[in-house]
């Protein structure tokens, strides 16, 4: 199965497409991001042609394949196999051609443009479900958009640990009623430990809140710590 989401407004794209990965997930055995700037010539290729229907279910979020010449191509060569597939893919795009959109469109299960509108407000969770999907690369340029938007370090940092602390509880629980949370947070949490182990959320809960409060002391810049805390997801 093929997802496509796309567009200029990247933080709505990315919303969806980690909605997206929050319905599959948990059916999946594995799952794999192949991003644009590690991606190996003929990877995809190599992918739709050797799985079958006996393999583990895998889902596969394919990182802007635009951004890399080979990997653009070889997207669209195999999009038909790639939708054909029991294994599900789905892909985060910026802009794509009148071309592009056509011959994906002909494959993709669902295909969905975001435009990016002037003085729409900007929503702090999105930051929480690319922290929950491990996707440092989202983080860091909601991070940016963040701050473009004039919300403080400290708001932000509050909304990071929410979402830390809920996959904590979801790893000692069995059920959101046991982890006094939401039904839909606390599966998006549960989704989470499939590619965030409890000890690095554990590690870096330890090293967010140490990070708050070195900054308060002034032994640290708060904004610099952040984003240098969210490179090292």
């Known amino acids: 199965m093929l997802r496509v989401f796309y567009g200029?407004?990247?933080?709505?794209?990315?919303?969806?497409?980690?909605?997206?990965?929050?319905?599959?997930?948990?059916?999946?055995?594995?799952?794999?991001?192949?991003?644009?700037?590690?991606?190996?010539?003929?990877?995809?290729?190599?992918?739709s042609g050797g799985m079958s229907l006996f393999s583990p279910r895998s889902v596969y979020l394919l990182e802007s394949p635009s951004l890399h010449e080979e990997f653009q191509i070889d997207f669209l060569d195999n999009a038909d196999a790639l939708s054909a597939s029991e294994h599900i893919f789905i892909v985060i795009e910026q802009a794509l051609s009148a071309a592009d959109k056509k011959s994906i469109s002909k494959h993709a299960a669902v295909i969905e443009e975001y435009k990016k509108k002037a003085g729409e407000s900007f929503n702090p969770f999105v930051m929480a479900d690319a922290l929950a999907t491990k996707?440092?690369?989202?983080?860091?340029?909601?991070l940016q958009t963040a701050k473009e938007n004039n919300l403080s370090a400290e708001e932000i940092i509050g909304t990071l640990w929410w979402q830390l602390k809920s996959i904590r509880l979801a790893a000692a629980t069995r059920t959101y009623s046991?982890?006094?949370m939401k039904e839909y947070p606390y599966k998006k949490a549960k989704n989470a430990l499939r590619v965030f182990p409890v000890e690095l959320v554990e590690e870096k809960s330890r090293t967010l809140l140490k990070l708050y409060h070195d900054g308060h002391k002034g032994k640290r810049d708060l904004d610099i710590a952040l984003e240098e805390w969210v490179l090292t997801l």
């Open 135 to 142: 996707d440092k690369r989202s983080l860091w340029l909601l």
């Open 178 to 180: 046991e982890a006094g």
């Open 8 to 47: 200029t407004d990247q933080i709505k794209v990315r919303q969806q497409a980690h909605a997206a990965l929050d319905e599959v997930l948990l059916a999946a055995e594995t799952f794999v991001r192949i991003e644009a700037e590690g991606y190996e010539s003929g990877l995809l290729t190599s992918l």
